[in-house]
């Protein structure tokens, strides 16, 4: 197999933009390609602008986004079909953000989204602009991810999708979809190792000071998979019960006696009212209560394990990687003080 950094081929990415998209889900992406062109271009001069990178919108002018900040781009789709987003595309990219709402419901736009879907190599959506692929008709029975406070929408509109929430990014076939926001830096660095190998998406990564390839996934971000918003109503004082005393029994037997139901019907009508077993949501109240400990305590691990329930150290590893994806450790070195 030839060494992917030898091949000298200019691969056109062409990023869609429109009014009231998230400027990060265009700009991180754009920028993990720029500084390939940099660092490449001064590895061999014959590698100068492996990327070609563009802009397109609806119509011309400038775009506004959702932060206010205003892009110009290159090309429209008022553009004669002889131009190069309309012939040559190796990767089309779709961003993010409040605009993605409006943008579903025009039809130039999908019918363009659908036209790249035969011409470009890959097809690639960051945050809420899966929503861009799948009105496309594009997305039907593959795997996909997307910010996860929308994934559970994506999934109720669009039930042909297997949408998963906790993912970082998702490939399927050459259709590329990611999470939240700076996850379009993450699938820009894998889409960088594809083309031009692991040292080059490394050395790209360090530059941008990012993880090449986080541990874990969006779970850790949406707090503990935002237990905060379930909603009881004739458990209402257990659940609130079971979130302030992490440590008590918590056990089914213990639970369903406090409430005066049989194992069984507790188990069922707690499954009901929270989406989640008993044990499922004592767990992740236990790991929520840690990560806020690992967050703003310098306590040993042993001790937070101790203090939020856990019988020990190992149990507490074993429920992190459970319900967040990534270790204890790492989680503090991420996000601790």
Not at 110 to 134: D, E, K, M, N, W
Not at 234 to 255: E, F, H, K, M
Not at 310 to 336: A, D, I, T, W
Request: proline residues 4%; positive net charge; contains cysteine.
């Amino acid at each position: 197999m030839s060494n992917p950094t030898q091949d000298h081929t200019s691969r056109h990415i062409l990023q869609f933009v429109f009014h009231g998209a998230q400027a990060l889900d265009i700009t991180g992406p754009l920028e993990v390609f720029s500084l390939t062109n940099e660092f490449l271009a001064r590895r061999s001069a014959s590698l100068n602008h492996p990327y070609k990178i563009d802009l397109i919108a609806e119509k011309s002018g400038p775009v506004t986004l959702s932060s206010g900040l205003r892009l110009v781009p290159n090309y429209c789709l008022e553009s004669p079909v002889e131009t190069p987003c309309f012939t040559a595309v190796d990767t089309f990219l779709i961003p993010g953000g409040n605009g993605v709402q409006a943008v579903r419901e025009n039809g130039t736009v999908l019918s363009f989204i659908r036209h790249q879907s035969t011409i470009a190599r890959r097809l690639a959506s960051v945050c809420s602009g899966t929503f861009l692929l799948a009105q496309a008709g594009l997305l039907e029975g593959k795997t996909v991810t997307t910010h996860w406070q929308v994934s559970s929408r994506l999934a109720h509109e669009f039930p042909a999708l297997q949408v998963e929430p906790d993912l970082i990014y998702t490939r399927d076939g050459n259709i590329y979809t990611s999470a939240g926001i700076t996850a379009g830096i993450d699938l820009a660095l894998c889409l960088v190792e594809e083309d031009y190998g692991r040292k080059v998406s490394l050395a790209v990564a360090k530059e941008l000071v990012v993880y090449m390839k986080r541990q874990g996934g969006q779970s850790q971000f949406s707090s503990a998979l935002n237990l905060q918003h379930a909603s009881p109503t004739v458990l209402g004082d257990i659940i609130s019960w079971i979130r302030a005393n992490p440590t008590a029994d918590l056990s089914i037997q213990n639970l369903a006696s406090l409430t005066r139901l049989s194992d069984r019907h507790f188990s069922r009508k707690f499954k009901i009212e929270t989406g989640f077993s008993p044990g499922v949501f004592v767990e992740k109240v236990r790991v929520e209560h840690a990560a806020k400990m690992l967050e703003n305590s310098c306590d040993g691990l042993k001790s937070i394990a101790a203090d939020c329930g856990f019988s020990s150290e190992e149990m507490m590893r074993r429920s992190f990687k459970r319900q967040l994806n990534v270790l204890p450790n790492l989680y503090r070195q991420r996000f601790g003080k």
